[in-house]
């Protein structure tokens, strides 16, 4: 990275190089000794006190965690002698973790990767208590997740203690075979996982790019946008990839006349409780319930306020909509024109694929709606069509990761192979499963798998029987671990046929 780029806090900066020397010093020159210092070094960037002390005290984030339990990692190799003592250690980080981090998002980060170590330096113990009731719980965390981030080393954990304590896992080692046969298959490179620092995605898009195309169709050069909220110094490294402070943010997009939204993706909001229900909107969409949608969005407004309700009206009127569909209160049509509504508020649908627009999630979201419902009222052509012209900009743009992009993809895959291209739709869903993994991530990856194997099958090529057979159960599998009940029912029938 360039030395003037100005991204990076110095000390981080510094921190990750000495991080970086420390890895390759370890896996490379297998020069352990100094690799510990350069850990060290590392650690002493910010949070010289691990080493200097016993107290776990201040504030620790994932990176510095992470790159504390690669140091113990590597003492307990170097040192076998010290083993109890670091296990220890581990367990005291592990309760800081439970203590410290109340979003789960960011305990899946780290959690698991302290429990793997902590498991495999305590499973020889029968002094432990509660081991398996540990295991069990980060199991269930990667699932409420959707994370992969050691899931076969927890897997195998959870069993081995369950074994130990005369409890029957036959099930549980049949799900871990099946598990460990598709990354086998899928080149999922699990054993380099505790070298990898897991990736904080906050922002669906750049700032600065969105910055920088809202300020050209107002026509403001950069001199009159920053005036009287930043130098025009400090603007320009905003459009090159700085993160600008909130208010900045905030002060920059009211006076270009647009939404500050793509900061907080869904709601635009600072208030942490209205942050807390968005999720849990979310959770309970993806898991297709709705008994207590309505009462979660009621409360939203109420905890948003008069104002922010009307900033958010976009969110929240898709929200609606999508509980009206839900209870089958509006038709498949009416839905359909009432999300291109809602769309309209900020994104002309004209515009989709002439590379002049940041999509939101929110917008995305609406596509992928707009889409589906075309395509079940007979407009399947219009539908693919529209879709195409997405993700094609998405791929040109070069700027969008694929997790914002997913289902789009997945229902383009699905259109193609029902228009009988099932080389392409092929391509679509073997692409989609290695991106997801990719990321540690599992959302989707039921579905993708499951429509893979439905492809196959299509093909009618008695060759791929088996194939067709062995995706399904990895689908079965993963949508009975980390899907929907009823993405799981259509899974299980079609494995069941085949």
Known sequence: MPAKNMMLNEKIRQQYDWFLKGIIAEKEALDFESAKEYYEQALRCTCSFLIESEKIEGALGVTELHIYAIYLNLLRQ???????????????????????????????????????LWGDLTMEENSEKNRYEIFDQTFQLLRRRKSLYCLLDIMSLRILSGVKEKRSMTREQGELQIIQSFFEEFGYRVQSQIYVPQANEIMLEHVGQYLSTERKKVNYTQEKISDGICSVESY?????????????????????????????????????????????????LFMERNERLPELLEELKTVLGEKEVAKNRQYLEYIETCIERRNNHISEKECCQEYRKILAYS????????????????????????????????????????????????????????????????????????????????????????????????????????????NEYLINDSKKDEQIKRHSLYALIFSKLFGTEENYKIISEFYRQN
């Open 78 to 116: 170097v040192n076998p002698k010290e083993k109890n003592q670091i296990a220890c250690r581990l367990f005291q980080l592990m309760k800081y973790v439970q203590t410290h981090f109340a979003e789960e998002q960011q305990k899946v980060k780290i959690y698991p990767l302290l429990v793997c």
């Open 236 to 284: 320009s490294r905003i459009e090159n990839g700085r993160k600008p402070t909130r208010n900045n943010y905030k002060a920059l997009t009211e006076k270009i006349g647009t939404e500050n939204r793509y900061y907080i993706e869904l709601v635009n909001t600072g208030n942490i409780d209205a942050l807390l229900l968005r999720r849990e909107i979310s959770y309970e």
């Open 347 to 454: 994104l002309d649908e004209n515009l989709i694929g002439e590379n002049k627009h940041i999509y939101t999630k929110i917008e995305i979201n609406l596509i992928n709606h707009i889409a589906v419902c075309l395509s079940r009222t007979g407009e399947k052509e219009q539908a693919t069509r529209l879709i195409k012209l997405f993700l094609k900009e998405k791929e040109q743009a070069k700027t969008c990761k694929y997790h914002e992009a997913k289902l789009a993809k997945l229902n383009y895959g699905k259109w193609l192979s029902d228009a009988g291209e099932y080389v392409e739709a092929e391509r679509i869903f073997s692409e989609g499963v290695s991106q997801i993994v990719e990321r540690d991530r599992v959302e989707l990856l039921d579905q993708y798998i499951g429509e893979m194997a439905y």
